[in-house]
């Protein structure tokens, strides 16, 4: 089951690019974000997400898998999206422990719409199944309150609660309060979640944040993910323990800023135009379509055609589908026509210009190959 994720405003404002970051089992997100996201505020628009029953996350007790969790987050993003008044595009991402962990999840399931990941104390698999069932176990039968002495010492570095005792508060009250039935669900679907022979399929740039203190997931686990994607950096911080951007913002902070906007603007820029003109379904089929043989080459393509070629300034964008729509014609590449001339619609042609681009082009192309275009086209403009 998907469940129903719920967003949260943590810092900057929708003039800004979008940075949506993830919490840890147990805590809210702002309860663990907040000292960092005010950090980002000049930068970001950062929006966090809840896990069910966490914080303003509503509670669930329908089972689900990081998967679902996922795309419940990707579905939260695009409702955010939507109110800021843009097309479904890409956004930066950060996310703690099983926030790391859906951040890895959404690298993998929806790899067009994440431009870049920073993921602090989390892993490609974390923990042992038999430990995750039996804290679900427990938390059903005494419910979250039963987990504050053991995250005590399993979340913080040595000294951090008695340096921050506000800020430790907030996260063990966020834990006290969570849903019993949502936590242990969250538990199970860390059970089964093991994505470490898929980290080779992750193209995003990856930032990998590990603290020297953290136990439930050491700096090894980090640097696994660092070394496994393929555009990965892998950093260690002193005297951190489990919640990083809770005890490290100021490094934390900077370590996004650096990141994110060091990540490859012409991908991103490539991929909002890409769905601007060919749409989302397409693109989100693309995207699904994308394998071994063919990752490459949609990088390719996302990063020069449509970042470089489709963005120039000095044709406007109903002019570049003339171009293309005549060049498709007299290359006889049909099977993309269809599309193109779905693009050329949304660019901001008419119909009638539609047709008298292809009239034109048949004069200097030649009769047979019009005639194909004039099928496709007679197909396209009378859906």
């Not at 955010?80 to 859906?102: I, K, M, Q």
């Not at 603290?211 to 997931?217: S, Y």
């Not at 379904?281 to 693309?286: F, G, N």
Request: glycine share 10%; with cysteine; charged share 20%.
């Amino acid at each position: 089951m998907t469940p129903r994720i719920t967003p949260v405003e943590l810092a900057g404002d929708p003039s800004k690019p979008i940075l949506v970051v993830g919490p840890s089992l147990g805590t809210s997100v702002t309860a663990l974000w907040s000292a960092t996201a005010e950090l980002l505020a000049d930068s970001f628009h950062v929006i966090g997400w809840e896990l069910p029953g966490h914080g303003h996350g509503a509670p669930t007790t329908e089972p689900f898998s990081m998967a679902d969790l996922a795309a419940g987050v990707l579905a939260c993003v695009d409702r955010v999206l939507t109110d800021r008044g843009e097309r479904h595009g890409t956004f930066a991402y950060a996310g703690d422990s099983v926030g790391g962990a859906v951040g890895l999840q959404l690298l993998l399931d929806a790899p067009a719409r994440v431009s870049g990941a920073v993921l602090t104390n989390t892993g490609a698999k974390i923990g042992e199944p038999a430990g995750w069932t039996d804290r679900a176990a427990t938390v059903r039968a005494a419910g979250t309150a039963s987990q504050i002495a053991g995250s005590t010492q399993r979340w913080f570095s040595p000294g951090f609660l008695e340096r921050e005792p506000a800020r430790g508060g907030a996260l063990l009250h966020s834990l006290r309060d969570a849903d019993a039935e949502s936590y242990a669900l969250v538990c199970e679907a860390l059970a089964a979640y093991d994505v470490r022979g898929r980290l080779a399929e992750i193209v995003a740039p990856v930032l990998t944040i590990a603290g020297v203190d953290d136990a439930p997931t050491p700096p090894a686990s980090l640097e696994e993910i660092a070394i496994g994607v393929r555009n990965g950096r892998f950093v260690t911080l002193d005297a951190v323990g489990h919640l990083a951007p809770a005890e490290a913002p100021h490094a934390v902070s900077t370590l996004i800023t650096s990141h994110v906007t060091t990540s490859d603007p012409a991908y991103a820029a490539g991929m909002n135009v890409r769905r601007q003109v060919l749409g989302d379904p397409h693109v989100d089929r693309a995207t699904a379509a994308i394998t071994d043989v063919n990752r490459d080459y949609q990088d390719l393509i996302t990063r020069y055609a449509w970042g470089t070629i489709w963005t120039r300034p000095g044709l406007a964008r109903r002019d570049r589908s003339i171009g293309v729509l005549t060049a498709l014609v007299a290359g006889r590449h049909f099977e993309e026509l269809e599309f193109h001339l779905r693009a050329a619609l949304t660019n901001g042609l008419t119909r009638e210009e539609i047709i008298e681009v292809l009239l034109q082009t048949s004069i200097y192309v030649g009769v047979p190959a019009a005639n194909t275009a004039f099928a496709v086209a007679n197909r396209v403009l009378n859906e």
